[in-house]
């Protein structure tokens, strides 16, 4: 498969490995433009035969995905929505990776928050670059709800108290902190981190591709269904976006800088988990 036609994302194979790199400056924002691409890739690679491992990472040592677009989600808050019957698109355009027959792995250098967290929370492995990667959930700090599946992820890796401790503290973890929770699989040195996953990647695609499938399908197995979670999760966010409280912390969090390089950086003035700086809570809060 030649994997042409994409604007915010490079994608090379090799023995058996697909790398998939998000390059979508500034910040690698979860805007519709990568939302599609990351959709349309995908289901190519659910659909690829000669792939049998799938490796993420990004172009951008900074960020890997700093977060879902807060301008789309504000825009989508001002429709009326009946309750979800099922999943969001979101939710299964990244629940694709968690089922597709290959082994998914995401190689995390810089900050993933947001919809990025719940990208690879959604991925089988993920290894992470110790003093440079960054994850975090920080909606409930802009009034809204981790809304691509985070919610669900998050417990079934580190269990319900750690969780929400993540979801409801909206800080950011490091890569240490991230392994030491279940958040990824391994923190490494930045300078071993690729040739790890490489060679990980590798020597799972040298195996049976029908033996990988049906490996991965057990796993599955053992977990417990996960779509009438993601659609409650989904009606939740729904409710949460639409609220007063939440629409005025997105525009506060926008208006302050968000979703520029300057700001989102781990050294930048702020982040969405930090409340001073986003807004000041209402009575209704």
């Known amino acids: 498969m030649s994997y042409s036609g994409y604007q915010c994302l490079k994608v090379r194979s090799s023995q058996g490995v697909a790398f998939v790199t998000i390059e979508h400056p500034p910040i690698n924002l979860f805007d519709m433009a990568l939302i599609l691409e990351v959709d349309r890739v995908g289901r190519e690679l659910e659909a690829d035969s000669d792939v049998r491992a799938v ?12 977060h879902a677009d807060v301008e789309l989600i ?13 999943p969001s698109f979101f939710q299964q ?5 968690r089922t597709m027959p290959k082994a998914t792995i ?19 492995m ?5 003093g440079n990667a960054v994850l975090a959930q920080p909606e409930v700090a802009v ?19 750690r969780a929400l401790e993540v979801i409801l503290g909206c800080e950011d973890f490091s890569a240490e902190q991230a392994e030491r929770y279940g958040y990824v699989n391994r923190a490494l040195p930045p300078e071993e981190l690729r040739p790890f996953v490489e ?49 005025e912390r997105m525009r506060a969090f926008l208006n302050a800088g ?7 950086g781990v050294s930048g003035a702020f982040h969405a988990s930090n409340l001073d700086l986003v807004s000041t809570p209402t009575s209704s809060e």
């Open 55 to 66: 490796v993420v990472d990004s172009a951008d040592p900074d960020f890997f995905i700093a």
């Open 74 to 86: 504000l825009a989508g808050s001002e429709e009326a929505r009946e309750a979800p019957k099922e």
């Open 93 to 97: 355009m990244v629940d694709r990776f």
């Open 106 to 124: 995401a190689l995390i250098e810089g900050i993933c928050r947001g919809g990025g967290s719940e990208f690879v929370l959604s991925m089988d």
């Open 126 to 130: 993920r290894f992470a670059a110790l």
């Open 143 to 161: 009034g809204i709800i981790p809304g691509g599946s985070g919610t669900q992820r998050l417990p079934r890796l580190m269990g319900r108290s």
């Open 199 to 247: 060679n990980l990647a590798h020597r799972i695609a040298s195996f049976p591709a029908e033996a990988i499938a049906r490996a991965k399908a057990a796993a599955l197995a053992a977990e417990p269904p996960v779509a009438t979670g993601l659609t409650e999760e989904a009606r939740l966010f729904d409710e949460a976006a639409a609220t007063p409280a939440a629409r």
């Open 258 to 264: 968000g979703q520029t390089r300057e700001v989102e």
